[in-house]
């Protein structure tokens, strides 16, 4: 993901040559103005995972704890050219709504935007994985960089604080938001071992898994494409012994299979 220069204004040069280009551009100008800005679906957010993932030929190990997590480095953002398009939690990207993307920090975690260039603060959610340009530590959405004056520059060095999860109840306005610290090291934990599109090969699958590992069971994604069974096992109730688990299934030959949180 790479920042992108705010191109609407290319969008205002016209030729004069015929009524009916300028016509048409005013049309395209009418519609390119009719966006109706839309909130994140969480409803397709998918819980947070901790398998290691490559982008760029680069290996990055998502934390499982963002406690007194602080970065000072290159912000940057992201616009247009993935607007609409699908989130590392599954959700859509929504340009015009306040999100970012980071590569490490626990999906889901609300982190404080400082820009030192002109002290201005913002406080946005991870829920996609980025920005992959050496030097940048977080990727802002189009609105996100516009409220603190990345958009402009393109780029600006900032401080961002982990602050946690949001409480229960998310009230609109952040500074009235309470937050819980990212902690992943207890919970529920399970592990998976598969995917399919086939529903019944799904099944196959946990049938078997079922005659010797407890709580084998599917769990549906609706990937926009096509719908996706997950085959998952298994259930821990610390990290720790979540690794032990990941590992003993790593051995037994199931090499991909990696802890989700539930």
Known sequence: MNNEPDNLSSYHFFSCVTFLAVFGLFLSLFHGCATVKLPPDRSKASPPTFKPY????NWYQPLHDAKDFVQVGKASWYGRKFHG??????????MYAISAAHKTLPIGTYVKVRNLHNNKKIVVRINDRGPFVRGRIIDLSYAAAKKIGIVGPGTAKVKIVALGVAGKSEPKRHEHRTYAPVNYYAGNFTFQVGAFCDRQNAERFRAKLAQKYRNAH???YNGGDAIYYRVRLGKCSNLEQAREYEKDLNDNGFEDAFIVAE
């Open 85 to 94: 398009r699908k989130t590392a939690n599954g959700e859509i990207y929504d």
């Open 218 to 220: 599917i769990t549906t």
């Open 54 to 57: 490559k982008v760029m030929g």
